[in-house]
């Protein structure tokens, strides 16, 4: 029993020392595991706007944009601006890099005529991500053949 709990101490202090992906964020690519972070958080908030819980999907939101930006503005921001995220078809992840301590991803949302590219700015405050941004950086019409 002894050794037992000696081989379940050292698995709970090595998980201790592993560093968090979020520690440090020099320019360059995201590592796998910052991908995998910006992914889960990003696709937590389409699918809270495209289900229209605006409460969910302002919980992703960084704190600084939450100290300037309320719920009911943010609201009114993703319904006049942001349609495309409330009807979307589904979306698909591109590159992610790290840009001034801040995640910026890329990605392609699917929407009912035309595929529209953004890039999400994501901050890292107390070890967690927050949406700081998102804009429409391209748009591409599908071609009927």
């Not at 202090?13 to 320019?27: I, V």
């Not at 495309?84 to 591109?94: A, S």
């Not at 392609?108 to 429409?136: C, H, I, P």
């Amino acid at each position: 029993m002894r050794g037992y709990l000696l081989v379940i101490g050292a698995l709970l202090l090595s998980s201790c020392g592993k560093a968090s992906p979020l520690a440090q964020l020099p320019d360059g690519k995201c590592s796998q595991s910052q991908q995998l972070l910006a992914k889960d958080h990003i696709s937590g908030q389409i699918d809270a706007i495209a289900d229209q819980n605006w409460k969910k999907a302002y919980s992703f939101a960084a704190k600084s944009f939450q100290e300037t930006i309320d719920l009911d503005r943010f609201t009114e921001i993703i319904s006049q601006q942001y349609v495309l995220l409330i009807t979307n078809k589904g979306y698909t992840f591109d590159s992610c890099a790290i840009e001034n301590e801040r995640l910026v991803q890329k990605i392609t949302v699917v929407g009912s005529n035309d595929d529209f590219r953004m890039t999400y700015r994501l901050s890292v405050e107390d070890q967690k991500l927050g949406v700081v941004a998102a804009a429409v950086t391209d748009v591409s019409e599908d071609v009927a053949t």
